[in-house]
């Protein structure tokens, strides 16, 4: 589109390539402004983070593949926005994607009549998405954007750039009228924040129309440079349905309305189903995020899933210090002390049963090992892709924070590789990833106490210093029944496993300084094996020193407490002592009866002051 006045008479598919992308980069370029406004549905500040990774999933699939027609077009544009939606806002955005592509049929450009009819299927669209459409939400401002573009052109507009300047005027009115018709946006002195972002959308489409260039991408780290103020400050946070829970469905004939009803059918809220008979996204608040992927299963296949705690998000509002603690669910950690501290978990993935379960949040230890007495099937353990790494650390990257993601060790696991890879993609310079060298109950110690620090005003710097030279407190000790667990998995050696079997005895595994898991020890016999296990670590615990304890265990509950009263006991200096059950993630490689024990000469992170 020219710099100049002269009027346009349609729209082909360069032309829209380069439209969209335009207002893409405005909206990037308003990431952090989009998240300071956002209080509906929920206050978790990260609207403008989730338009942006939808958008830029648009902006990837537009770039892929030869050159395209207008149909074609809006295909990957559709199809892009509901691999990569996020959020609320960001399915909504992909539904209208959706219906702008079933509305452009086979055209091979968009003149002024055209333009009106596709736009407002696309609102249709919107609105055909959401379970509980909302006046006053983004929806309201695609419809009203459409029926100023049918009434203009009813009053014989042909020039497209006429048009949609009268377009983005009612949809930036439409846009200040939402704090009237929402009561929540307007306590909070606020517009919609999906609402907004869909109007800076067309803001950057219109700097196109007017100059004809098109902006770089900004990257992720650079969106605008200032830190809002959220607005969302003193709201509430969620009380019920409490994880926003997304996944991505594939299949021939998807029964897209009737999975709609089906997941209507459950207790939970936010409910937004985008995409055709071939692809679907689902967007829906629950407490239950495992019945939820349970049921859409039931439809097609699952291709992408994600459940991320909302309540977990809103507290970053008052999150204390500047550094956030990221880690994965190896690090069998306390869940008060998650909440108390602020920490953020990346749960890693389990196969079993050909279904991909999310370690602690879609699957619990007690139904894990249901279904591994039941199953023929052993279960499977993966990494955590990139992208859930990517999607924590961009909320917490847009509220401000540095990160450090203390993750299980490198060398029993591509966990590290996959945050490392996040870390790249969104500020390598601001969010760091290190390795602990441990699992379980001693990385989740070594977790602790970086959280503890971060909470008293230690810098990340500082906190990393802390640990690489204090490494060594950080114990780590498995009384293992079964190793043929441990060699299925390729983290014990065959060997290990057959002399054990053959001498009857329980060899105690410990993470070596290079993060491998090694044979410290073995208790012979299996009557009095919980006893010697505690006299082995009674040995390795200083009496002039206090201990922290935490002890984990592979559905042993009984084991795990005789091993807690006889170790507290038998030291007379222990500050904490944590009885946790043992992700199903930890459960695959170690098996049913294992006790796990973490150890930590205990000092506190002591104040810091700037």
């Given amino acids: 589109m020219a710099s100049h006045s002269a009027a346009i008479n349609h729209i082909d598919a360069d032309r829209l390539a380069n439209a969209l992308r335009a207002g893409i980069a405005h909206v990037l370029e308003r990431r952090d402004f989009i998240n300071s406004i956002n209080v509906f549905p929920v206050p978790d500040g990260d609207t403008g983070t989730n338009l942006a990774f939808t958008l830029a999933s648009v902006h990837s699939a537009m770039s892929s593949g030869p050159r395209a027609t207008l149909s074609e077009l809006l295909e990957r544009v559709a199809d892009g926005a509901i691999n990569g939606a996020r959020g609320n806002s960001g399915a909504i955005m992909a539904q209208y994607f959706q219906g702008l592509s079933e509305a452009s049929g086979h055209y091979q450009v968009l003149d002024a009549s055209r333009l009106a009819a596709v736009t407002t299927a696309g609102a249709r669209s919107a609105w055909g998405a959401m379970s509980n459409p909302v006046p006053g939400t983004l929806p309201t401002v695609l419809e009203d954007f459409a029926d100023e573009l049918v009434r203009r052109v009813d009053e014989g507009i042909e020039d497209i750039r006429a048009l949609f300047q009268h377009g983005l005027k009612r949809a930036r009115k439409s846009l200040s009228e939402t704090p009237e018709k929402l009561s929540a946006l307007k306590e909070a002195g606020v517009v919609d924040a999906g609402a907004q972002g869909f109007v800076d959308l067309l803001e950057g489409v219109w700097n196109y129309m007017r100059s004809g260039k098109v902006p770089e991408l900004p990257q992720a780290s650079q969106s605008s ?81 994600k459940a991320d705690d909302m309540t977990r998000q809103h507290g970053l509002m008052n999150q204390r210090g500047q550094v956030a603690i990221v880690t994965d669910s190896a690090a069998d950690l306390p869940v008060e002390e998650i909440e108390r501290l602020g920490i953020h978990v990346v749960p890693v993935r389990l196969n079993f049963d050909q279904e991909e379960y999310l370690d602690k949040l879609t699957i619990t230890p007690s139904e894990f090992y249901r279904k591994l007495e039941g199953s023929e099937h052993k279960p499977q353990t993966s990494q955590p892709p990139p992208a859930d790494f990517r999607r924590q650390f961009e909320l917490l990257s847009s509220h401000g924070l540095e990160v450090l993601a203390i993750q299980v060790s490198g060398a029993l696991s591509g966990t590290r590789q996959a945050a490392e890879t996040a870390a790249r993609m969104v500020d390598a310079e601001r969010i760091e990833v290190f390795d602990s060298l441990n699992a379980a109950c001693g990385q989740a110690l070594m977790v602790l106490w970086a959280a503890e620090a971060a909470a008293r005003g230690w810098e990340r710097l500082a906190i990393v210093k802390h640990l690489e030279e204090h490494r060594g407190d950080f114990r780590t000790f498995a009384l293992m029944r079964d190793l043929s667990w441990g060699v299925r998995g390729g983290r014990v050696k065959p060997w290990m496993h057959t002399i054990s079997r053959r001498l009857a005895l329980n060899p105690v595994l410990t993470a070596s300084p290079e993060g491998l898991l090694k044979a410290c020890s073995a208790i012979p016999g299996r009557r009095k094996a919980v006893e010697r296990f505690a006299r082995f670590l009674l040995r390795r615990m200083r009496t002039d020193l206090v201990f922290r304890v935490l002890i984990s265990h592979t559905n042993a509950r009984d084991d795990a407490r005789r091993l807690r009263d006889l170790l507290l006991d038998g030291h007379p200096r222990v500050d904490a002592c944590w009885l946790e059950e043992a992700s199903p993630a930890v459960g695959a490689h170690a098996g049913p009866g294992t006790l796990i024990v973490g150890l930590q000469p205990w000092r506190a992170p002591e104040e810091q002051h700037a």
């Fill in 225 to 305: 440079g200032v830190q809002h103020e959220p607005a969302a400050r003193d709201s509430q946070a969620p009380e019920h349905h409490r994880f926003c829970t997304e996944c991505l469905l594939e299949g021939e004939a998807l029964d897209v309305p009737g999975l709609r009803a089906r997941l209507e059918s459950l207790d939970a809220s936010s409910l937004v189903v985008a995409g055709g008979a071939g692809k679907a996204r689902v967007h829906i608040h629950t407490d239950s995020p495992g019945e939820v992927f349970r049921v859409c299963t039931e439809f097609g296949e699952i291709r992408q899933q």
